[in-house]
């Protein structure tokens, strides 16, 4: 049964036609993964369902009394105006309950226990008198067990701000649950939380998303936005792969072969102008013009291309044996300060060739032992050898450059001694195509920049390759593209990553982080399956100590020490969720002039400088909790 119908929608931001005839239907139940490049328009679909972009044409049609919960990946967007975690409509209406009871206990009149009942009755069908117990599993799920009714959210981090809402809308039960990327703001436990509700959620999911494994984990039915048009496929993103090149192998024939007819009618049509036949000249010329708008459209259905990676790493002879030792750590452990230990005694060794990915949850230190790594922060204990005559390359997440003003084309000659034809066609493999080339860099996108910086590193081809999340501003596409490139990078690499799909196909090792130090595992889903033992274990432990009432192994403190314990943990903890709430608004306000290409070198610095400092506040936080 139908829930939501999109019909013929068209939007159109200046002269270009980011959604064209947009058709396609919701039905009850369906679980839809809404892919497409960053850019393609998929959060402008979202908005003109929600009704916030009005189209140029074509309507959206919510079938009988259909709700629509909506997620947006922008915080602004997003309701936290009220001090509770439940939505308004509840409390205005917990309020006049309150009201009437009180009118009650003076006036007991049929009327009034009428409205009473009525009231109760829409309190009950809103879910309010459970709704306290299904938020706090909500929040526990997505990794929030620390807040309750009683914090002010005003005071949490964008990334617990983002999973509040979250929960608050799974817990609220829309007839159609609308998220654009909800897994950027999640670690792997809640991911896993998140795909298990999606699967068994009995309305209709609707979700932007560019993460692979998610969409394996929940999907029915897969839409794809490109070049203003979509093509819906049937099952999760395994089967959208086989059935797209099906359809690509299908369409291009279509193409050619309309391609051929029209050059064939084109020379009827001047053989018979050349004859003096005006009439059949005509009559040609209709047919001709038709078949020319069949051609447009059909090839229009054809991806657009613009702005992908597409290359191959040549795979390097490199001097030494296979098996050289390039990194080898013992015993690590990291504090700062005074605070807790980050991690403690992690061994490893990384050998020429080999791929390490370093998984864990949000604030374990991993992108800290990156940085150990590197030689950027020093003070720790145990020791890291680092190979002399190896070379070294590494890529963040927002990348500086030097020289803003410098174009991608003479970036890439001012860095390489690469001839002008080998640099347009090495940047054109990046998706510089065209003018692209000449773009300057203060005005580059987050993943036109990323894949800038890509190019350049892989140019250099250094013998240890670092990255931190680097699939963060690409589309899925790219990605799959970059896999392919790195699986056949002759080099070693060691990198950071929360992309379950990425880790799988480019790993040999995986460095996987629980309970405060990091092991090596042969592939994710170990790694997974370790994190589920030891859950279950503590889970037992827990269980088991609440029954046991023997005493203490350590003295408790009397009432008052632990009193002010308690207050200056709550206060240190107020303290760094305002210090995080400050860097992270300080980072978004950087982020915006990187976009807007406004950013000066020393901005860059600064946001690499906050990053680290956040990543010490959140782990010393969840020391605290």
């Not at 860099?441 to 140019?459: A, F, H, K, T």
Request: aromatic share 8%; charged share 30%.
């Amino acid at each position: 049964m139908p829930v939501l119908t999109v019909d013929s929608i068209e939007v159109v931001f200046e002269t270009r036609r980011v959604l064209d005839d947009v058709s396609f239907t919701v039905n009850q139940g369906d679980k839809i993964a809404f892919i497409g490049d960053n850019g393609a328009g998929k959060s402008t679909l979202f908005k003109t369902i929600k009704g916030v972009i009005t189209p140029d044409s074509g309507k959206v049609i919510l079938h009988g009394n259909t709700t629509l919960g909506f997620l947006s990946q922008n915080m602004d967007e997003q309701d936290l105006s009220s001090d509770t975690l439940k939505p308004r409509d509840m409390t205005d209406l917990e309020d006049r309950m309150k009201m009437i009871e009180a009118q009650l206990a003076e006036d007991q009149s049929s009327d009034m226990l009428d409205e009473y009942a009525k009231v109760s009755s829409e309190y009950e069908a809103m879910g309010g008198y459970d709704y306290e117990f299904r938020i706090m599993e909500a929040l526990a799920g997505l990794g929030l067990k620390n807040i309750d009714g009683r914090t002010d959210l005003m005071t949490l981090s964008g990334g617990e701000k983002m999973r509040v809402c979250l929960a608050r809308l799974i817990v609220e039960r829309p007839d159609i649950l609308m998220l654009d990327e909800p897994t950027n703001h999640l670690d792997a436990d809640a991911i896993e939380w998140l795909e298990d509700y999606l699967r068994s959620y009995g309305g209709s999911v609707f979700v932007i998303t560019h993460d692979r494994h998610f969409i394996d984990a929940f999907a029915n039915r897969v839409i794809e936005l490109d070049g203003g048009h979509i093509t819906e496929y049937r099952g999760n993103y395994d089967s959208y792969k086989v059935q797209k090149e099906e359809f690509l192998k299908t369409q291009k024939r279509v193409v050619e072969n309309l391609e051929k007819e029209l050059m064939h009618q084109l020379d009827v049509k001047q053989t018979m102008l050349s004859h003096r036949n005006i009439s059949g000249y005509h009559q040609r010329e209709k047919m001709v013009d038709k078949l020319a708008d069949v051609l447009e459209k059909e090839r229009a259905r054809l991806p657009s291309g613009e702005g992908k990676m597409s290359f191959t790493v040549v795979p390097q002879v490199r001097e030494g044996a296979s098996d050289k030792v390039l990194i080898e750590v013992k015993g690590i452990s990291k504090r700062f300060g005074d605070g807790p230990l980050i991690f403690k005694d992690i061994s490893f060794e990384l050998k020429a060739g080999q791929k390490l990915f370093l998984a864990g949850p949000n604030g374990c230190g991993k992108s800290t032992l990156l940085s150990m790594l590197r030689g950027k922060i020093m003070g720790f204990e145990g020791s890291v050898f680092v190979s002399a005559s190896s070379s070294m390359g590494f890529m963040e997440q927002f990348v500086p450059f030097e020289d803003e003003t410098l174009t991608c084309y003479e970036e890439l000659i001012r860095r390489t001694d690469l001839t002008v034809t080998e640099a347009r066609s090495l940047l054109a493999r990046f998706g510089f195509r065209g003018d692209a080339v000449f773009k300057t860099i203060n005005v580059l996108s987050g993943g036109e920049r990323s894949r800038l910086y890509l190019c350049l590193i892989l140019e250099e081809n250094p013998d240890i390759l670092f990255l931190d999340e680097p699939t963060n501003h690409l589309d899925i596409e790219s990605r799959e593209i970059l896999e392919d490139a790195l699986a056949q990078y002759s080099g070693a690499i060691i990198c950071v990553s929360h992309d379950r799909f990425f880790i799988e196909k480019c790993a040999d090792n995986v460095l996987g982080f629980m309970d405060g130090t990091a092991e090596l595992y042969d592939t994710y889903e170990y790694y997974r399956k370790a994190v589920r033992r030891s859950r279950e274990t503590s889970e037992v432990n827990v269980a088991t100590s609440e029954k046991d009432k023997k005493e203490p192994l350590k003295p408790r403190l009397n009432k008052a020490d632990e009193r002010k314990l308690q207050a200056k943990r709550v206060n240190r903890m107020r303290e760094l969720e305002l210090s995080i709430e400050e860097k992270e608004a300080e980072q978004k306000a950087l982020e915006e002039r990187f976009v807007s290409g406004e950013a000066s070198v020393e901005d860059y610095e600064i946001y690499a400088c906050n990053a680290s400092v956040i990543e010490k506040m959140y782990d010393e936080y969840e020391s605290l909790c």
